[in-house]
C-alpha cells in the first residue's frame, strides 16, 4: 500500500516537535542531589551562604595572631582587554571621551569615567558564589539547599543565592597556601589527560598532606580557605605585558585548554574537611580534564552545590611564594552586587 505523501509530512513535523520541544530534563538529568539528599544544607534549610558559616568570631580571632609582620599582598591580578578567558567571556573597558566630561564652573575640573562590559563575576580574578552552578534535575535545576532555578531565577538576578548575601560578612579567617608544584619539585603541574586516575596532573590527598608537611604548618582546619599553587598560572603571569600579541595568544590557548588541580576525590576530602572556600592559580581550581572526562568540573558540583564551599579563581600567590609565607590572614568580601553569580576580585594576605 502506498502511503500519501502527507504521512511523511506530519511524521517530519512530529519527530522535530519531539527533538526541539521534549523538556531537557528528561533526556539528561542527573538525580543524584534527590537520591543523595543534598538539601537541606547542615546549616539549616533557608542558609543561602554556605561554608561561609564555619567562620565564627573565635576563628577570626585566631586568625589574626598570623599576622606576624604587618605585611600585606594582593592576590588579585589586573583586569585588562586582553587576559586570558574562559569561553566566550570577556572584559573590555573604554573610556568614552577624554575627558568624559566637563563641570560647570571657575575651576575648570574635568572627569573620567569608565564603561566596563564583562560577565562581570566571571572573568579575571573571579568568586564564584552559591548561585553559579547548579544540577539539572527530573524535578528542575537544583542548586545550593534545594533551590530550584525556575522558582528564584530572573533575568535580572537571583531572588536567592545572590552574592549580596555572602558579601554582608565576608570572609577574614585562615588561609593555606598549598604549594603543590613546589612539593613534586617542579615549576608547573602537567594538564591532565583524562584517562588515568593517577595522572600527575590531578592534585592528590597525599599530595596535600605532603605539602602541610613540608611547609611545617597546622593541618586543614575548619573554616579556613585552601589555595593551590599548581604553577599553571605562569601562562598568565606577571610578564604578561611585555609579551608580544603572538605569545599572548599562545599562552591564552594553553592556558584555556584545561588545567592541573584536585580530582573529584580530593574534593570530597577537603569538603569534609569543612573548608570555607578553595582556590587556585588556575581558572577553574579544579582539575579539567579530572579523573572522569565524562564528569566535567565534577569538583564545582561537589563544592558549590552539595556543600555550599565557594571558590575564588586566577589568584596570583608570586609573593606569597617568594617570601614563602604559607598561612596567613585572609581577607576578602565580594562586591554587594544583589542577584549576583560571581564577582570580580582582589583578595588581601595579610602576614
Known sequence: M?????FHL????????????????????NDTPLQKKWAPSVFGSEDQVGSINWIKPQKVLNSLKLVKQGKVVSLGKVYQNDIPAFGQRNWKLIIPGLPTGKLEGNNDLVYNDEYVMAEIG?????????????????????????????????????KRLGVEQIAASGYVTRGVLLDIAGYRGVDRLP?????????????????????????????????????????????WGDDWDSLSEEQKAENRRIFNSGEPGPGITTCRYLSRSQIAMVGSDTWGVEAIPGEDP????????????KNGITLIENLDVSQLLEEQVYEFLFVFAPLKIKGATGSPANPLAIY
Open 122 to 158: 566571571q572573568i579575571g580574578t573571579q568568586f564564584d558564589g552559591l548561585g553559579h552552578i547548579g544540577v539539572r534535575t527530573s524535578k528542575g535545576d537544583f542548586f545550593y539547599n534545594g533551590n530550584y532555578l525556575e522558582e528564584f531565577g530572573t533575568a535580572y538576578g537571583l
Open 10 to 29: 506530519i511524521g517530519l513535523i512530529f519527530l522535530t516537535l519531539l527533538l526541539f520541544c521534549w523538556p531537557s530534563t528528561v533526556a539528561i538529568a
Open 191 to 235: 594538564i591532565p589527560s583524562g584517562s588515568d586516575k593517577n595522572d600527575p596532573g590531578l592534585i592528590s590527598i597525599s599530595d596535600i598532606r605532603g605539602a602541610l608537611s613540608k611547609e611545617k604548618i597546622a593541618p586543614l582546619r575548619k573554616g579556613d580557605v585552601v589555595i593551590f599553587h599548581t604553577g599553571h598560572g605562569k601562562y
Open 2 to 6: 502506498k502511503i500519501p505523501r502527507y
Open 294 to 305: 565524562h564528569r566535567m568540573v565534577d569538583c564545582h558540583l561537589e563544592w558549590i552545590v
